[in-house]
T-cell receptor
Framework: NAGVTQTPKFQVLKTGQSMTLQCAQD?????MSWYRQDPGMGLRLIHY???????DQGEVPNGYNVSRSTTEDFPLRLLSAAPSQTSVYFC????????????FGAGSRLTVL | GQQLNQSPQSMFIQEGEDVSMNCTSS?????WLWYKQDPGEGPVLLIA?????ELTSNGRLTAQFGITRKDSFLNISASIPSDVGIYFC????????????FGKGITLSVRP
């Protein structure tokens, strides 16, 4: 039982490049989400999904796309990276049963030059 | 939207000391959570609170769900060096499209 697995751990991009941050969970959780963490800003919700085929926007969705084709996977796509997207990204999941106790991945540190 | 206030942004204590952190909100919640983030890792749940007035312990950590449902506190007793990290509070109110709201976190440093 690996929990929530994020890849890559580190990534450097040039402005305008695209990339996908991968997130997978093996706990059969319905709810998955992506957060970004910036100094002094805490954790801000980017996108979330309450189940396969369903996604919705969080607090800071601009510049990011998501899809949820399976229960296990919830990739985050940056179509045209900008320096403002330099951040640490966390994927999280929970059962969606109302417990609202998120299990986080170890994070992906992205630098956009 | 809902906001959680955690202050100060940083705390510095001596090993062995107790430390208390507060989290306040302008809105009521029916779940309060406390997370800790170690350097280079994702946040990990420390304590979950589901009832106003609830007091819950996890080892040297004790957290309380405020009676007004607008606040919570976390107390760490007899701090040790591995207590360093960022402590986040989070609140949730059950309802349509409800989402977990996080505070900005408090960075705790423990001097040996």
């Amino acid at each position: 039982n690996a929990g929530v697995t994020q890849t890559p751990k580190f990534q450097v991009l040039k402005t305008g490049q695209s990339m996908t941050l991968q997130c997978a969970q093996d706990m059969n959780h319905e709810y998955m989400s992506w957060y970004r963490q910036d100094p002094g800003m805490g954790l801000r919700l980017i996108h979330y999904s309450v189940g396969a085929g369903i996604t919705d926007q969080g607090e800071v969705p601009n510049g990011y796309n998501v899809s949820r084709s399976t229960t296990e996977d919830f990739p985050l796509r940056l179509l045209s990276a900008a320096p403002s997207q330099t951040s640490v990204y966390f994927c999280a999941s929970n059962t969606g049963s109302g417990a609202n106790v998120l299990t986080f991945g170890a994070g992906s540190r992205l630098t956009v030059l | 939207g809902q906001q959680l206030n955690q202050s100060p942004q940083s705390m510095f204590i001596q090993e062995g000391e107790d430390v208390s952190m507060n989290c306040t909100s302008s809105s009521i919640f029916n779940t309060w959570l406390w997370y800790k983030q170690d350097p280079g890792e994702g946040p990990v749940l420390l304590i979950a609170l589901y009832k106003a007035g609830e007091l819950t312990s996890n080892g040297r950590l004790t957290a309380q769900f405020g009676i007004t449902r607008k606040d919570s506190f976390l107390n760490i007793s007899a701090s040790i060096p591995s207590d360093v990290g960022i402590y986040f509070c989070a609140g949730f109110y059950t309802g349509a499209n409800s989402k977990l709201t996080f505070g900005k976190g408090i960075t705790l440093s423990v001097r040996p």
